[in-house]
Nanobody, 120 residues
Framework: QAQLVESGGGLVHTGDSLRLSCTAS????????MGWYRQPPGKQREFVAD???????NYANSVKDRFSISRDNAENTVYLQMNNLKPEDTAVYYC??????????????WGQGTQVTVSS
């Protein structure tokens, strides 16, 4: 099968920066889009950003001017650079990817989540 492992969350102050990483591993033959979602306390999970295999990116309006998504195809890793963080960015951040995986029809995977807390 396959798995996504995230890292980089933590507790920061308003205006600080963080970089999240997510690495895909397993019996992979292809990695299509990779992206990030977040779930603020007491709210539903929401889209943050994604990037396809060609490098085209999409962002939620709330983060468009502050966050940047990128990927390292050689390392099967996607990054989310978060600048000028605000308290409303506080959430559990989840990596999501569409993967081609040998011996399974499953193609959409989620990471375990990493907590980002921004204090005012």
């Amino acid at each position: 099968q396959a798995q996504l492992v995230e890292s980089g969350g933590g507790l920061v102050h308003t205006g600080d920066s963080l970089r999240l990483s997510c690495t895909a591993s397993g019996r992979l033959f292809n990695i299509n889009s990779m992206g990030w979602y977040r779930q603020p306390p007491g709210k539903q999970r929401e889209f943050v950003a994604d990037i396809n295999s060609g490098g085209t990116t999409n962002y939620a309006n709330s983060v468009k001017d502050r966050f940047s998504i990128s990927r390292d195809n050689a390392e099967n890793t996607v990054y989310l650079q978060m600048n000028n963080l605000k308290p409303e960015d506080t959430a559990v951040y989840y990596c999501n990817a569409n993967l081609g995986v040998y011996f399974t029809d499953k193609w959409n995977y989620w990471g375990q989540g990493t907590q980002v807390t921004v204090s005012s």
